[in-house]
């Protein structure tokens, strides 16, 4: 069985498509990679393989979204059928997909759509609800985002949940971190902090009402405490940025742009707690490395959140700026608070594993174990 993936729309590892797509490719059992071929741009040849000996197909196409966009409506089938895949598993459909399957095709879907769908052209809503109908199956990384799928139109029999993983040798309770300062070239970053790992990419991901929360703790409790930001700089980066600058508390507002997902393990660990209050999140998956890593969570009560932490987190409105401060000030004053919730959260994380979400991939799609 010889079975492509698709590594248009990732970003080049960037976002949570390409983090996503490294996960699996690093979990595939050895003795398998010879059934998988990775194909986009040749910038991407060594980008989502790392080490492992998994083959690479180079597409000719410009690196931009339109013209990947075109060559998924026009030209894909083509390439499919020279390369004679018998199965294509298309991890970014919300950038990315066909309208017509000459070879079966896996989606994945790590987003809730009809929020995902917002900024999207109508043309690529009309493509991306097409293809999905087309498809042969999908894969959804929770009930959330499934019973989303079912309202966009999509039947239910053609989607399976399964959840992502987490990357357990990355992120686990680092007990030796007893410095003052987190060291992460390039950064050096002072303890204590709380810490909020998502793109800056528009006002769901509720950057602004982080910041104000964190303004009332700091007034409120006169701790010590920073507030480390850190995501890719999207469209909504310029105006949280100057919100930090502007605030009365700036020196204590750290804002890192991109951060190598590797490196967040310790960033994790080293934190008096993870705060994610974005919401309409489809996975969620930050908050379960954070829990790995053995720090307490406060997260939104929205989207998956929910689905994912079980009962570990404090969970707030993320509207709710008096909410989200009162959940700081809990977790960092209230010490058996924060031991059962770090307690629970680890065991919560161990439910999730990224060669779990794999083997379980593998079944679906009918590659023999």
């Known amino acids: ?159 399976t949940v399964i959840h992502n993983g987490i990357e357990h040798k990355l992120f686990y309770p680092m007990v030796d971190l007893n410095e003052d300062e987190i060291q992460i070239h390039p950064f050096a970053i002072k303890r204590p902090y709380f810490i909020y790992g998502s793109n800056i990419s528009g006002p769901e991901k509720k950057h602004e009402e982080l910041i104000k929360a964190f303004e009332l703790f700091k007034k409120r409790t006169g701790l010590p405490h920073r507030l480390v930001i850190t995501g890719s700089e999207g469209n909504y980066f310029n105006y949280i940025n100057d919100l930090a600058f502007n605030s009365e508390y700036s020196t204590d507002i750290f804002i890192t742009g991109y951060f190598p997902h590797e490196n967040f393990g310790k960033l994790y660990a080293g934190a008096e707690a993870c705060v994610f209050p974005a919401v309409n999140e489809g996975v969620g998956l930050p908050i379960l490395e954070a829990m790995a ?32 401060a009162t959940a700081m000030q809990l977790v960092v004053e209230d010490e058996e608070k924060r031991k059962s919730m770090i307690e629970k959260g680890l065991e919560r994380a161990s439910n999730f594993s990224w060669d779990k979400t794999v083997l379980e991939t593998l079944k679906l799609i009918g590659v023999d174990l």
């Open 1 to 159: 069985m010889k079975i492509g993936i698709d590594t248009f729309g990732c970003d080049h590892a960037r976002s949570g498509f390409g983090s996503y797509l490294i996960s699996c490719i690093a979990n595939i059992p050895t003795d398998l990679l010879d059934n998988f071929e990775l194909f986009g741009s040749e910038l991407d040849r060594y980008t989502y393989s790392s080490d492992r000996p998994i083959k690479f197909n180079s597409v000719s196409v410009l690196d931009s979204l339109v013209i990947e966009r075109f060559w998924h409506l026009f030209k894909i089938n083509k390439f499919l059928k020279k390369n004679k895949y018998d199965l294509v598993i298309y991890p970014a459909v919300e950038r990315v997909i066909p309208i017509r399957f000459k070879t079966k095709g896996v989606a994945i879907v790590n987003s809730i759509i009809s929020k995902q769908m917002e900024s999207s052209s109508g043309i690529y809503k009309w493509q991306f609800k097409r293809g999905l109908k087309k498809i042969s199956k999908i894969i959804a990384a929770s009930n959330v985002i499934k019973e989303d799928l079912i309202k966009f139109g999509i039947s239910a029999e053609k989607i």
């Open 293 to 324: 890593s053995g720090i307490p969570v406060l997260c939104s009560n929205s989207g998956a959140l929910q689905e994912m932490g079980g009962d570990a987190p404090i969970y707030f409105d993320s509207n709710n700026i008096e909410e989200i």
